[in-house]
């Protein structure tokens, strides 16, 4: 049989006052804890939420659109890092200093040749995202290579709602008890392949969420529905997480994005 595995614990004395002891004390029985494991775990629970918040860096939704907006717009590069790159690494060189701008889909742009490697996201960006965008169902924003006017990403973005016993509970309890909540729902995401591997995905999810955050109607968060694994690991890599009853549906709130 293996060895039983000893857990080294340390003493921790506190001094607290008669009232705030009643108070712990029942909050501890409302638990079902002793006083002393209700304290650790408040105690715990505090001291992760400290040492994240250390790690955040905080943007104003101003100074979050200017960052979007570097990551699709990177400045030139200064002489030594021209030199840094080198003559050798022309590829490299491309991926960092080519620019996109973010516009709303209009005819001008090319959409036939549009490969993000996901059949059904290329299939619609080719052929039916202007019904979506002329009904009103939607709106499409691309992010074009400046120098080329090339598509090199896409996605699309609508109004939504979801019912509140649907949310996670750490999101609902922050909420009114009111029926459905207000979402931005991001209905496709995709970036081609000749500009995959940039950070562009990342970017086109940031510029939705400052769209859902600027809006004069109320948003509290953002939807999906991942088209596969790799879109769901995408996701969560940005926060997201599962919600609801159908597989892969998830959300993020836009204050957690804005942290």
């Known amino acids: 049989m293996p060895s039983p595995v000893t857990v080294r614990t340390s003493r921790v004395e506190a001094r607290i006052a008669p009232d705030s002891l009643a108070v712990v004390r029942r909050a501890a029985e409302l638990q079902g804890r002793s006083v002393s494991d209700f304290l650790v775990a408040a105690a715990l629970k505090d001291a992760h939420q400290t040492i994240a918040d250390a790690q955040l860096i905080r943007l104003s939704v101003e100074d979050q659109h200017r960052f979007a907006n570097l990551l699709l717009n990177p400045p030139p590069l200064v002489p030594a890092m021209q030199r840094a790159l080198g003559q050798k690494a022309p590829d ?109 995905g990342g970017a086109l999810l940031a510029d939705a969420a400052l769209r859902a955050a600027r809006s004069e109607v109320a948003v509290f968060a953002l939807v999906v529905d991942a088209k596969d694994d790799a879109a769901e690991a995408f996701y969560r890599h940005h926060g997201f997480e599962p919600y609801g009853t159908q597989p892969r549906q998830m959300i993020v709130s836009l204050r957690h994005l804005a942290s």
């Open 92 to 200: 490299r060189q491309r991926q960092v200093t080519a620019p996109f701008r973010l516009e709303l889909l209009a005819a001008n742009h090319a959409r036939e040749g549009f490969s993000c490697g996901v059949t059904v996201l290329d299939a619609y960006f080719a052929r039916q995202v202007s019904q979506d965008v002329r009904r009103r169902a939607s709106a499409c924003f691309v992010a074009v290579e400046a120098s080329t006017g090339r598509v090199a990403g896409y996605y699309t973005l609508a109004a939504g709602g979801v019912p509140l016993t649907d949310l996670p509970e750490a999101l609902a309890k922050r909420l009114p008890r009111y029926p459905s909540v207000p979402v931005a729902r991001v209905g496709r995401l995709a970036v081609d392949q000749t500009f995959q591997g940039r950070k562009l």
